[in-house]
């Protein structure tokens, strides 16, 4: 992994020890360095910071020749150091135990274009929680890419999850409220929402995200790279990250990537963390980024560098004990099945698309028959808040249900005139309703 990064600050080093420290021959190191980096695919904006910081250490400096490329190193090992640092950390398992504890479910959304693996990294995410003991449930929210629904179901089928979903065409943003009333009902501790992958240059698709966003106001934000896209992935990940701010990346294909630069570049443009990498197919394939592995990678032994003992990412330290014992259930899907979760074959109903989808679902759903309108126009009318419980959301319904029977009357209105008012009022233009739904 990693050739073209090691080669390119490994060379740079070299140079500066073979040549006098005037600041021409620094210039022209500097830009040596600077192709180099930009063949990795490492950004503009990590280049310019390398490049200030090893230029300000070395003009002027006293440095022994013989000891001018260990400085170099040095300097470089510390500046991508502190760019990690300076990105934070995500404390993954602690926000959910926190959400347990208050009862509510915890909302993961996972954003990306086709083709990098996002479906797959949702599932290797879903079995990292399983084997944390997390109860799981996944919302299929990609109702336009064809076969997307059937290859989620594929997933959940093997690692026995609940998976919510509706037909193709159906609202993103409808399917991911589903799952997170089903996630309340039955005390599910983590919601994983699927969405539809989309270049990040078509500004109507991302705004379904945003729509997503607003409904069902997700607790965490994850997009998803390809490592072996380079600049296209860094590209994608600031075009998202302007429309809507993620947490964290994971970064799939890693142990295929031989340039290195995606990792960097991420971390640089969007100031949040890698969270995962991807270095495989398979289920446990998805490990955490660690900052002193990437650079001992990049640089080589780091026991003689002074370097900060930070984590990047806070799960860091947990994975490495729990796979061993738990891994080896996960290559024989058959068996899994029996033991765990909800026993109930609701998936091959779904697909039907004559049948209503997810028909576990629906039962649960107060609003089972009540479409998005009546329910955004009834809250705007009545100045009703979303629900907070399934009590609510209960009263909620059945509220609604005699408003339609009565005709959506507003507030002080008699059948009579509303009646009369049809008569004689136009239709006023479309609003936007409490639930982020456009409305009559």
């Keep these: 992994m990693f050739d073209k990064l090691r080669s390119a600050f490994s060379n740079a080093a070299k140079s500066f020890g073979e040549k006098e420290l005037k600041e021409k021959d ?3 190191i500097l830009f040596e360095l600077e192709i180099a980096l930009m063949e990795s695919d490492v950004s503009v904006e990590v280049i310019d910071s390398v490049k200030s910081d090893l230029k300000e250490k070395l003009i002027g400096s006293k440095v022994d020749k013989d000891g001018i490329e260990k400085f170099v190193k040095d300097s470089l090992i510390s500046n991508i150091s502190t760019l990690f640092d300076n990105a934070g950390t995500y404390d993954l398992f602690g926000k959910i135990d926190e959400k347990k504890s208050q009862n509510q479910p915890f909302l993961i959304l996972f954003l990306g274009i086709n083709g990098t693996g996002k479906t797959t990294s949702l599932a290797k995410m879903a079995h990292l929680l399983q084997q944390k003991k997390y109860s799981v449930v996944v919302a299929a929210a990609d109702t336009f890419r064809a076969g997307a629904i059937e ?8 690692l026995n999850l609940k998976l919510v979903a509706q037909n193709y065409n159906s609202d993103p943003a409808a399917v991911a409220r589903d799952a ?9 501790d983590c919601v994983l929402i699927d969405t539809a992958g989309r270049m990040q240059t078509s500004e109507n698709l991302m705004q379904q995200i945003e729509k997503i966003t607003k409904v069902v106001n997700p607790d965490m934000k994850i997009f998803v790279g390809d490592s072996l896209a380079g600049n296209d992935t860094v590209n994608q990940a600031r075009e998202f990250f302007n429309y809507t701010k993620f947490d964290a990346s994971i970064l799939t294909k890693s142990d295929a990537d031989a340039r290195g630069g995606a990792a960097l570049s991420i971390v640089k443009v969007t100031s949040t963390p890698v969270l995962y990498v991807g270095v495989g197919q398979e289920y ?12 001992e990678t990049v640089f080589g032994s780091l026991d ?15 994975p490495e004990p729990t796979p061993e014992p738990i891994v080896e259930p996960t290559t024989e899907p058959e068996p899994t099945p029996e033991p765990i979760v909800e026993p109930t074959p ?3 109903p779904i697909v039907e698309p004559t049948v209503e989808p997810t028909p576990e679902v629906s039962s649960d759903d107060p609003f089972d028959g009540i479409n998005d309108d009546d329910i955004a126009t009834y809250s705007d009318l009545f100045d009703e808040p979303p629900p907070e419980n399934d009590n609510e959301a209960s009263k909620l319904g059945k509220k609604i249900r005699e408003w339609i029977e009565n005709g959506r009357l507003k507030p002080g209105e008699t059948k009579d005139e509303d009646v009369h008012k049809h008569d004689k009022e136009e239709k006023p233009e479309k609003k936007r309703g409490r639930f982020g739904f456009l409305r009559k």
Excluded: C, G, W
């Excluded at 290859?151 to 093997?158: A, G, K, P, V, Y």
């Excluded at 009333?181 to 005390?187: D, F, N, Q, R, V």
């Excluded at 446990?284 to 650079?295: G, M, N, R, S, T």
């Design 346 to 348: 609701e998936p091959e």
């Design 180 to 188: 997170v009333l089903y996630a309340k009902s039955h005390k599910t």
């Design 284 to 295: 446990p394939d998805l490990k955490p980024f660690d900052k002193e592995i990437f650079l």
């Design 304 to 318: 003689d560098v002074d370097l900060k003992k930070e984590s990047t990412v806070e799960p860091t330290t947990e």
């Design 151 to 158: 290859q989620l179901r594929e997933h959940t089928n093997r």
């Design 26 to 28: 620094i210039e022209d």
